[in-house]
C-alpha cells in the first residue's frame, strides 16, 4: 500500500517506531542544511516514552551551519528542550568534526563540516537510518553503503532531470542497487527515494568497525577517579552500563586532578597539529558538560583566555574557560549508574570465565567485569606485572607503556592581601598562566603557573618552584609601576604540586589494549597537562569504539591517539 505523500522522510524510514525499546538509535544525514530535519527528529525522539536509550545523529554539511533560535512562544513550542543551547554550541565552527552533547548527554550530535565525500570517509560507523541528497558520483554511494547495516533505512531527494554529463534519475537507481541499497516501489512519486540496504551478497566481516564492540551495556570497572576515569565512567552510565570507580585514594579527583583550578585552553600551532585539533574539540566539549553540570561563576566560568604568543601576538580564545576539576569530577561520578569504591588499589587483572576479575594487594577481590578500563594516570605503568602470565601483552604495547613519563606540576594560588589596579578581566595564558578572579573561601582567588619538572627532587622543593612560577608571571603579566609577584606574595601563598602523566609525542593513549588472554581491557591515560581540554572528548572516543559508535572526531585523527602507534621520540621540549 502507497504511503501518505505528505510524510516526511523520517517516518518513511520507519521512525519513531523502529527505535523503540532500543539501547540506541544511530542517524547518519548527509543533507544536514539548517538542521530542521534533526530538530523534528530530536523533538519525537524526546516526546516518544518508548525512545532508544540514546540518539546519535550525524549530520554532514558542505559549509558552516546555521541553526535559526526560536523566534516567539507559538514556535518554541516546535522546537525540542536544549535547541537554544544548541544554537549556541554551534557558533564559529570549522571545517572538519564537531560532537555536541544534548538532553543530559543521551543526544549526541557530530556536525560534520566539509565535503560528503571526505566526511564520509572519516566515518567508521553503521546507521540505522539514512538521509542523503542526490549523489551522482558512484565513489560516493559506495561510502554511503559502507556506513549502512543490512535492514538500514534510505531516503533520498528525488534526482532532478538530467542536466550536461550528471546521470539521468534511471542511472541513479542503478548506482543505488549496484551498491547494495534497494528502492521502495510503492512510495509517492517525485516525493524522494527511499529504501533499504540489503544487498544480495554477504557482507563482509572487515566491514564492521571495531572487533572489540561489545554489543550491549553490561558491567565496567574503570581504575582511577581522576577526570579522565570519571569522563569516562560517566559516558558510559549514560549509556546503561554499569560502572564500579575503583581507586588507592579514599576520595574521588586525587592526584594531578585535586588541581584547585585550571584552564581549558586550546594549544595553537601554525601547521594545526593533531595535539591542537584535538584540544580545541575537547575545550568546546567540556564547556558543554560544565554548563550543564555545574555552577557558572563557582564552579567553572565560560571567561575566554586571552593568549600571548612567543611572537609578541595576543590571541583571544573566546570558547576556553577556568573551571575546577574537582566539581566536574563529582559531577560526573553522581550519577545513580556509577558506584565509587574508594582505598580499592587494583594490584592484579585475572581473566576467569570471559571475564576480568579485579584484585587488591592482598588478594581481595573487588569484583567481576566485562570490561576494564585503565584511567590511572602513570600507575598503568605498572599494568604489565598486574596481568596473569597467559596475557601476552603485545610488544608495541609494552613499549608504549615503557615510555611513560612521569612530569611533576607546581601551582601556585592565594588570596589577595591589597586591591591591585590593572588585573586583567580574564585568565592570560602563554609561557605560564594566570587566573586571576575566582571566587572561593577568604575572598577572591588567584592561581599562577605551573611549572613542569621531570626531576623529582627538584618538583619537592615547592619554594623553588613557587619562584619559577612567579618569574613567569613577571613575563606573562609585566606591570606598569610595580612588581606583581611581589604584591602577591604578600598574602597568603599556598603550593599545589602533583604529577602527570605524559606519552612520548604529548597526545593521549586511548583504546583497547590487546593481550592474549582475551579482550575487554582498555586504556585512556597519557594527557599530560591538558587534561581538562582533552579528558571530555577521549571518553567520547573510548566509548565510542567501544559500541561502535560515531567517533568525535576524524577517523584519520582519532588513529593519533592510538596505543599502538609509533613511539617516535619529540624534538620538542617538555615545557607545555
Keep these: 500500500m502507497a504511503e501518505n505523500p505528505t510524510q516526511p522522510e523520517w517516518v518513511r524510514c520507519g521512525l519513531p517506531h523502529a527505535w523503540a525499546q532500543r539501547s540506541a538509535w544511530t542517524v547518519l544525514d548527509a543533507d544536514f542544511q539548517d538542521g530542521q530535519r534533526f530538530q523534528r527528529i530530536w523533538l519525537a525522539w524526546q516526546r516518544d516514552p518508548q525512545r532508544s536509550q540514546m540518539l546519535h545523529y550525524v549530520g554532514i554539511a558542505a559549509t558552516a551551519t546555521i541553526l535559526s533560535p526560536a523566534t516567539g512562544p507559538?514556535?518554541?513550542?516546535s522546537y525540542p528542550n536544549g535547541w537554544l543551547h544548541l544554537v549556541e554550541r554551534s557558533v564559529g565552527l570549522g571545517p572538519g568534526f564537531h560532537r555536541i552533547i544534548l538532553d543530559h548527554a543521551r543526544v549526541s550530535l557530530t556536525l560534520c563540516i566539509g565535503d560528503v565525500k571526505a566526511m564520509l570517509g572519516e566515518q567508521v560507523f553503521h546507521a540505522d537510518t539514512v538521509f542523503v541528497d542526490t549523489l551522482h558520483d558512484k565513489w560516493a554511494v559506495g561510502l554511503l553503503a559502507r556506513r549502512c547495516r543490512r535492514g538500514s533505512r534510505f531516503w533520498m531527494r528525488t534526482p532532478a532531470p538530467a542536466a550536461g554529463l550528471a546521470p539521468s534519475p534511471a542511472n541513479v537507481h542503478a548506482l543505488l542497487q549496484a551498491a547494495g541499497f534497494q528502492l521502495d516501489h510503492d512510495a509517492p512519486a517525485g516525493d524522494g527515494l527511499s529504501g533499504s540496504f540489503n544487498p544480495p551478497w554477504n557482507i563482509p566481516n572487515s566491514r564492521t568497525p571495531s572487533r572489540h564492540v561489545v554489543p550491549a551495556p553490561a558491567r565496567c570497572a574503570i581504575i582511577g577517579a581522576?577526570?579522565?576515569?570519571?569522563?569516562?565512567?560517566?559516558?558510559?552510565?549514560?549509556?546503561?552500563?554499569?560502572?564500579?570507580?575503583?581507586?588507592?585514594?579514599?576520595?574521588?579527583?586525587?592526584?594531578?586532578?585535586?588541581l584547585p583550578a585550571g584552564l581549558a585552553v586550546p594549544h595553537v600551532s601554525a601547521d594545526?597539529?593533531?595535539?591542537?585539533?584535538?584540544?580545541?574539540?575537547?575545550?568546546?566539549?567540556?564547556?558543554?558538560?560544565?554548563?550543564?553540570?555545574?555552577?557558572?561563576?563557582?564552579?567553572?566560568?565560560?571567561?575566554?583566555?586571552?593568549?600571548?604568543?612567543?611572537?609578541?601576538?595576543?590571541?583571544?580564545?573566546?570558547?576556553?574557560?577556568?573551571?575546577?576539576?574537582?566539581?566536574?569530577?563529582?559531577?560526573?561520578?553522581?550519577?545513580?549508574?556509577?558506584?565509587?569504591?574508594?582505598?580499592?588499589?587494583?594490584?592484579?587483572?585475572?581473566?576467569?570465565?570471559?571475564?576480568?576479575?579485579?584484585l587488591g594487594?592482598?588478594?581481595?577481590?573487588?569484583?567481576?567485569?566485562?570490561?576494564?578500563v585503565v584511567a590511572n594516570a602513570m600507575g598503568c605503568a605498572h599494568l604489565p606485572n598486574a596481568l596473569p602470565p597467559d596475557a601476552q601483552l603485545a610488544p608495541?604495547?609494552?613499549?608504549?607503556?615503557?615510555?611513560?613519563?612521569?612530569?611533576?606540576?607546581?601551582?601556585?594560588?592565594?588570596?589577595?592581601?591589597?586591591?591591585?589596579?590593572?588585573?586583567?578581566a580574564t585568565p592570560v595564558n602563554g609561557h605560564g598562566c594566570f587566573i586571576p578572579h575566582v571566587p572561593g573561601?577568604?575572598?577572591?582567588?588567584?592561581?599562577?603557573?605551573?611549572?613542569?619538572?621531570?626531576?623529582?627532587?627538584?618538583?619537592?622543593?615547592?619554594?623553588?618552584?613557587?619562584?619559577?612560577?612567579?618569574?613567569?608571571?613577571?613575563?606573562?603579566?609585566?606591570?606598569?609601576?610595580?612588581?606583581?609577584?611581589?604584591?602577591?606574595?604578600?598574602?597568603?601563598?599556598?603550593?599545589?604540586?602533583?604529577?602527570?602523566?605524559?606519552?612520548?609525542?604529548?597526545?593521549?593513549?586511548?583504546?583497547?589494549?590487546?593481550?592474549?588472554?582475551?579482550?575487554?581491557?582498555?586504556?585512556?591515560?597519557?594527557?599530560?597537562?591538558r587534561g581538562l581540554s582533552l579528558s571530555s572528548l577521549c571518553a567520547e572516543l573510548l566509548v565510542a569504539r567501544l559500541g561502535a559508535e560515531p567517533l568525535p572526531i576524524e577517523f584519520s585523527l582519532s588513529r593519533s591517539l592510538d596505543i599502538n602507534r609509533p613511539s617516535r621520540r619529540p624534538s620538542l621540549t617538555l615545557e607545555e
Design 441 to 529: 573561601d577568604g575572598g577572591e582567588h588567584w592561581f599562577a603557573g605551573s611549572t613542569f619538572e621531570t626531576d623529582a627532587m627538584a618538583a619537592a622543593d615547592t619554594s623553588t618552584q613557587h619562584t619559577a612560577n612567579m618569574a613567569r608571571l613577571r613575563q606573562l603579566l609585566p606591570m606598569d609601576g610595580f612588581d606583581l609577584a611581589e604584591t602577591l606574595d604578600r598574602g597568603p601563598v599556598t603550593q599545589w604540586t602533583a604529577t602527570r602523566c605524559v606519552t612520548h609525542d604529548r597526545l593521549p593513549l586511548v583504546g583497547p589494549i590487546d593481550v592474549a588472554c582475551g579482550p575487554g581491557l582498555w586504556l585512556c591515560v597519557g594527557m599530560g597537562a
Design 272 to 358: 594545526d597539529n593533531p595535539r591542537s585539533r584535538l584540544s580545541r574539540s575537547g575545550s568546546r566539549l567540556l564547556a558543554q558538560h560544565a554548563h550543564q553540570m555545574l555552577a557558572q561563576g563557582q564552579d567553572w566560568d565560560p571567561s575566554g583566555v586571552v593568549e600571548h604568543r612567543p611572537d609578541g601576538s595576543t590571541l583571544w580564545h573566546a570558547q576556553a574557560c577556568w573551571i575546577r576539576p574537582d566539581k566536574l569530577v563529582q559531577a560526573w561520578l553522581s550519577h545513580p549508574a556509577i558506584r565509587f569504591v574508594g582505598q580499592a588499589r587494583v594490584a592484579a587483572l585475572r581473566r576467569t570465565n570471559a571475564r576480568w576479575q579485579a
Design 226 to 258: 581522576g577526570i579522565a576515569g570519571a569522563s569516562v565512567a560517566h559516558a558510559l552510565a549514560v549509556r546503561g552500563w554499569e560502572v564500579s570507580v575503583l581507586d588507592q585514594e579514599v576520595r574521588p579527583a586525587g592526584g594531578a586532578s585535586s
Design 74 to 77: 507559538a514556535e518554541a513550542e
Design 361 to 372: 594487594p592482598e588478594g581481595h577481590d573487588l569484583g567481576s567485569f566485562d570490561i576494564v
Design 396 to 424: 608495541a604495547a609494552r613499549d608504549t607503556l615503557a615510555s611513560l613519563q612521569a612530569v611533576h606540576g607546581t601551582l601556585s594560588h592565594g588570596t589577595y592581601a591589597e586591591p591591585i589596579p590593572g588585573l586583567p
